[in-house]
Structure formats: structure tokens, C-alpha cells
């Protein structure tokens, strides 16, 4: 099963967001914004536009794994950093660059926890509490 992982800024205690019945997530700031983060945390992606959002991998895919995805609503307001299969350390990166609580795998219904495990882990570690 493929992962992505939905990296967002939202009030603390919030559950999983596939049991939202209302947007939490705050803005992140605009696309060319946050491609520029982006890239200054991940150490520079290759960008495409790719169906009404973008798609940012990693220079050296052999390496590390770096597969970014922002999709932006109709309003231009990016929410979510959307990250597939993301190594933690990609991840923790990316939550300080942008100051980011809450890693979500909405596939799974879980809330992730960053720095709970390493890059050579092969599974997750769930969040219990985000406070």
C-alpha cells in the first residue's frame, strides 16, 4: 500500500483528519512560497505542474525518496504539503520549515508521530496525543 502523508498546521488536539467534519488545517502560504521552503529544506526538488497543482521529486531518488505534492484550493490557499512515502527525516524537515503539529496518514486514519522513528524503520509510529 502507498502512503502519502498529508503534513499540515492545525489547533492542537484535532483528531485524524479523515473524522473532520470541518476544514482545521490553517494556510501554509502560497505555492511559489512554500515550493521555495521546500525546497531550502529538501535540499532542491524538480518541479511540474501536474493536474491543477504540483509535483516536486528529489534530485537524487537513489538516495532519498522525495516525492512532494501541493495542491492548492480554487482560491490558490495551500493547506496540506502532501508527501508519498516519505522518509521521517524528509518529514521532520519539512514540519520545522514551515512550523507544521500534525502529520497525517488519512489512508490509515492515523495521526503520525515524525520523531518517533527513524528512516530505517519500516513502519510508522502512530501519534496517540498532539499536545
Request: charged share 30%.
Amino acid at each position: 500500500m502507498s502512503f502519502n502523508f498529508y503534513l499540515y498546521r492545525a489547533a492542537n488536539d484535532l483528531p485524524p483528519m479523515d473524522e473532520w467534519e470541518d476544514m482545521h488545517a490553517e494556510p501554509v502560504g502560497d505555492v511559489e512560497e512554500a515550493k521555495r521552503k521546500l525546497d531550502v529544506a529538501l535540499g532542491g526538488l524538480r518541479w511540474e505542474a501536474a493536474g491543477g497543482g504540483w509535483n516536486g521529486l528529489g534530485a537524487d531518488q537513489a538516495r532519498c525518496y522525495l516525492d512532494v505534492w501541493l495542491n492548492p484550493e480554487d482560491d490558490g490557499t495551500l493547506r496540506f504539503i502532501v508527501m508519498n512515502k516519505a522518509p521521517p527525516s524528509a518529514m521532520r524537515k519539512v514540519c520545522e520549515a514551515f512550523d507544521l503539529n500534525y502529520v497525517a496518514a488519512p489512508e490509515a486514519g492515523d495521526l503520525v508521530d515524525v520523531y518517533a522513528y527513524d528512516d530505517t524503520d519500516r513502519h510508522y509510529a502512530v501519534k496517540t496525543s498532539n499536545r
